[in-house]
């Protein structure tokens, strides 16, 4: 990492919808005054058609020598045996806590998603009569991810444990470690059956503050929860380990509309907004949210939230009411 003074970012701008997203977010930054230095890196399926490899093993070195990782979206090689760059970078990173905030004129929640094992733990066997995922659950996975969890609940409202502990004997475990863990903390909580809470996600949002989980039940009430608030586009993530972290919006390549300029960048300038909020500068971050809830709400919208408006304009329009102040963002 590169210690004192301007933070390194590596940026992973990636495919699809990807690069168009991140140069909006960086366009933010900029104009939020931001101080970065940004190392661009090509890894992704552009990448592996080029090279074969769409993530090398210097690649990660050098993500090892930034503070952070900015990334818009990686579309993993249409090749079976190929492992998904994301899983690969998140777990060479030991980004095990996966941050979502999901807010919108009404709701504001936080899904914490453990990153590195459960169903994801890459453990299969693949056969043509029978395949197998191993679903890993640890005491230690489990209860960092409540630490995670709890650090964000302390200063909301609740906790809640979502779970399958009636058939899954696995995650009998992971209830019981969060449990321990939100008691020791003194943290207000209570637990909920996965298929309850796709359910009340949908009924009831209100009734969430900060939830966590294992890993797949995770990605899958993201998503739902995207839903429920607007727009995939809207939403931001951090990958959070011990000591570094990498930041995307929650939706993946898009290739649908790709090229058409019409993606949501809101969702990577969250992540942008989060990344700044990590490198310990609160104030830039708060100003980048504010100025996103502004173009929101005065109607400044792409057509997944059902507005006329394309990247581009989102992105002017949320830096404009940022730049007065300026920015410097140099680029190695
Ligand atoms: P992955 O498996 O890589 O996470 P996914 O299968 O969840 O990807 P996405 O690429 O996220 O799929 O896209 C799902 C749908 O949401 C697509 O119809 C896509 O166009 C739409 N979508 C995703 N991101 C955005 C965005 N930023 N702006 C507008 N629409 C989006």
Known sequence: MSGEGVKKV?????????????????????????ELSLIPLEIGLCRWKRTGAALADEDLETIKECDCVLLGAITTPPDPDYQSVLLRLRKALDLYANIRPFRSCDLDFIIVRENTEGLYSGLEEVGVEESRTLRVITRRGSERIAEAACDLAAS??????????????????FLQTCR???????????DMLVDAAAYNLVVN??????????????DILSDEAAGVVGSLGLCASANVGASRALF??????????????????????????????????QETARRIEAAVQRVLANGVKTPDLGGRCGTAEVTRTVAGYLEEEGGSLSEE
């Open 10 to 34: 590596a940026v992973i701008a990636g495919d699809g919808i990807g690069p168009e997203v991140v140069e909006s977010a960086l366009a933010v930054l900029q104009a939020a005054g931001a």
């Open 156 to 173: 909301r409202q609740k906790l809640t444990i979502v779970h399958k502990s009636n058939v899954l004997r696995s995650d009998r475990l």
């Open 180 to 190: 321990e863990v939100a008691e020791r903390r003194g943290v207000l909580y209570d």
């Open 205 to 218: 949002p209100q009734r969430f503050d900060v939830l966590v989980t294992t890993n797949l039940f995770g």
């Open 248 to 281: 995307e919006p929650i939706h993946g390549s898009a290739p649908d509309i790709a090229g058409k300029g019409i993606a949501n960048p809101i969702g990577a300038i969250r992540s942008a907004a989060m990344m700044m909020e990590w490198l310990g500068e």
